[in-house]
């Protein structure tokens, strides 16, 4: 009666309310659709959209079968064997839902000759069900937090696996070059790798709690209502699941691409911020910091508009769902457990006293309740799934690109050549068609193409050839291919013909004008990118670093930086021309058979210059050297000039030459 009587007081305040509600909902759906319709026809009438406004062709992100068999793919991922820790935490995970139902029963029942006890005002049995209660706390307890537990370490253990897979993947060879410099398909792997893969491994983890748990409860349920209402009640809520829903899930089909957006947009405004941290000294220098604040603005504004409007999208299912999966499933069960009390003539009740009719009421009554409680979790739960379904497809496209950059295969919007070019001197650029053949002390290229990946032609056709020992000094303007050459020479670059003779990856090294220092000791600067135990594998002492280091005149940062093992940012604490000595120590460690030095040395002096030169050649490192200081030629035996419109000349450097040369 007390239920009763809540509602009925309750009555019309409620339909106020949810009058109230309505209101507000119809003017907020009215204000979306408003603001959609504006936001189209912006799209139709802008002309200049920057590259990373343009909509692209985006995954597709719906509860279907391609999305079962997206997350069946990772999920044999996560769970590899059949026998393994994640299934251990599966099995315990469900030992406790099946634990933490039978508890809520014994609850339920506890609870109710509790308060018979009470309305009959038997002490005795009141001291008794409350005792039982006291003495089941622990239990209870124990059972739910072994589940949180459960569900935490899955959640970490699927990251775990998930995590180590993508960057097996993202890491194996240069992947991640390709994916940032020869792939525009995915722009920030970085969100991708780390949150998205974190907010994936929780919403499926929490999907497989949230469906779990309702399913066996209503199971079990509905054993226990059968024998005490019959099979028409359980039977008709069941319906009434499947109606809500197919209805809802109709409904929340644009989450999944909401969430795909939303992801995306996030991993833009984050990008756009690494940058300002990544070149601050250059937009210092350039006082840009109005310019930066603009484009950091500008990225956010676009995430907070996007992120307005998913979460006025949130509001208006949350405001259906709430109603039909929660209030109305409560109406429908209150409707399908009064039908035995109601009903006089009902031959369970026909001799029943208050006190039984009072205490089965009860007793069904929270079994319905928690039986359409369930119900409306798996039907809030194709939420979850339809959001899980955008995280789904932004992990599995990763995936398939991870896969088809490892095979060679990759996708690049190209550039499309002059129509004015002879026909007969056009060249199909085609990633991939030209040969690599491996063989020690020679670098050749016959009749090699030199362009860029999205097809920007530099030199047509490249031929010249390299026997070890020979140093070769590359000039030419900006933009002329120095560099380019250099990424095709390494693999980094995809070959578009010819063929290329060239030692394997660990014969050639590369310097860069700024060199990278490794996080780590003052030992990994030297080895990098070996470790300690490679080092020890090469039967190389810390006295032979030391001379490495003596060869650069680097000698005493030994001891002020305190010996070998010694930990700091290095990036910060060596200045420009110590870095670039301390790469040119890492290259006489490696004993590479060629040398690709871009720069290397432009922070070093002139005499320090020229002994580490003469120290390459004395320990039999051929050079191919970029650089515009007139020293360096006598260094070198030929010269490669590129003029930086498709043109270039090979020849020996003679005393003609080195006068001549910058």
Not at 230 to 246: R, V
Not at 348 to 354: A, D, E, F, L, V
Not at 414 to 428: C, F
Not at 530 to 559: A, C, F, H, M, P
Request: net charge positive.
């Amino acid at each position: 009666m007390a239920v009763y009587s809540k509602f009925l007081t309750a009555r019309y305040s409620t339909m106020a309310g949810t009058a109230a509600a309505a209101c507000a909902f119809l003017c907020l759906l009215s204000k979306r659709r408003k603001a959609a319709a504006a936001a189209l026809h912006g799209k139709k009438n802008g002309k200049n959209l920057s590259s990373s406004e343009k909509e692209v062709k985006k995954e597709r992100a719906a509860v279907d079968k391609v999305f079962v068999g997206r997350i069946w793919q990772i999920l044999k991922i996560m769970v590899p064997r059949t026998f393994c820790k994640e299934t251990g935490y599966l099995i315990l995970i469900a030992i406790m839902l099946v634990l933490r139902t039978y508890c809520d029963i014994w609850m339920i029942h506890n609870g109710t000759v509790i308060e018979s006890a009470i309305i009959g005002r038997s002490r005795k049995d009141f001291k008794r069900y409350l005792f039982n209660f006291i003495a089941a706390m622990p239990a209870i307890s124990l059972v739910n937090n072994f589940l949180k537990y459960g569900l935490n370490e899955l959640k970490l253990c699927f990251r775990v696996r998930l995590t180590k897979y993508l960057y097996e993947q993202y890491l194996q060879s240069y992947t991640f070059y390709k994916m940032g410099n020869l792939d525009n398909r995915i722009g920030n792997p970085d969100q991708l790798l780390t949150q998205d893969v974190e907010k994936f491994c929780n919403s499926v983890v929490d999907l497989y709690s949230n469906l779990s748990k309702p399913f066996l409860d209503i199971v079990l349920y509905i054993f226990k209502l059968t024998s005490a209402i019959g099979a028409q009640g359980p039977s008709s809520m069941m319906a009434y699941l499947l109606f809500s829903g197919f209805f809802l899930t109709r409904l929340r089909r644009p989450i999944g691409k909401m969430t795909v957006t939303e992801q995306k947009y996030e991993g833009e405004y984050r990008y756009v911020n690494s940058r300002l941290i990544t070149n601050s000294e250059e937009i210092a220098f350039y006082n840009g910091n109005q310019r930066e604040k603009q484009t950091i603005h500008k990225a956010f504004h676009k995430l907070v508009e996007h992120l307005h409007n998913f979460i006025l999208f949130r509001f208006t299912m949350g405001f259906i769902d709430t109603i039909i999966a929660k209030y109305l499933a409560t109406v429908v069960g209150y409707l399908v457990v009064s039908r035995p009390f109601l009903n006089l003539s009902h031959p369970r009740h026909q001799n029943s006293t208050h006190a039984e009719l009072l205490e089965d009421y009860y007793q069904s009554g929270r079994m319905l309740l928690r039986m359409s409680q369930a119900l409306g979790r798996i039907v809030l739960a194709g939420r979850e799934m339809t959001r899980l379904a955008g995280f789904t497809a932004r992990i599995t496209e990763l995936m398939q690109v991870l896969k088809e950059l490892n095979t060679g295969k990759y996708q690049r919007t190209m550039l499309v050549q002059d129509k004015d070019l002879d026909l007969k001197q056009a060249t199909p650029l085609i990633p991939g068609a030209g040969r690599i053949v491996i063989t020690d002390n020679i670098i050749k290229f016959d009749h090699v193409p030199l362009a860029t990946p999205n097809g920007d032609m530099l030199i047509r056709d490249l031929n010249f050839e390299v026997q070890s020992g020979a140093n070769v000094l590359i000039c030419g303007p900006n933009g002329c291919g120095k560099s380019s050459l250099f990424r095709v020479l390494g693999e980094l670059w995809p070959l578009f013909g010819g063929c290329l003779t060239k030692p394997e990856r660990g014969k050639l090294f590369y310097v860069p004008q700024r060199p990278y220092m490794t996080l780590g000791t003052l030992r990994d600067q030297v080895i990098y990118p070996d470790t300690i135990e490679d080092q020890k594998r090469k039967g190389i002492s810390d006295q032979v670093l030391k001379e490495y280091l003596d060869n650069v005149q680097l000698g005493q940062i030994l001891e002020r930086e305190g010996g070998w093992d010694s930990v700091q940012d290095w990036m910060d604490v060596l200045s420009g021309g110590e870095k670039q000595r301390m790469a040119m120590a890492r290259l006489f460690y490696h004993k590479p058979q060629f040398a690709i030095l871009d720069e290397c040395t432009s922070a070093v002096s002139v005499d320090v210059e020229g002994y580490i030169y003469s120290h390459c050649r004395k320990v039999g490192i051929t050079l191919f050297t970029v650089s515009h200081r007139k020293s360096l030629w006598k260094h070198h035996e030929f010269y490669l000039h590129m003029d930086g419109r498709g043109n270039y000349e090979f020849k020996k450097i003679t005393e003609e030459t080195i006068e001549f040369g910058s």
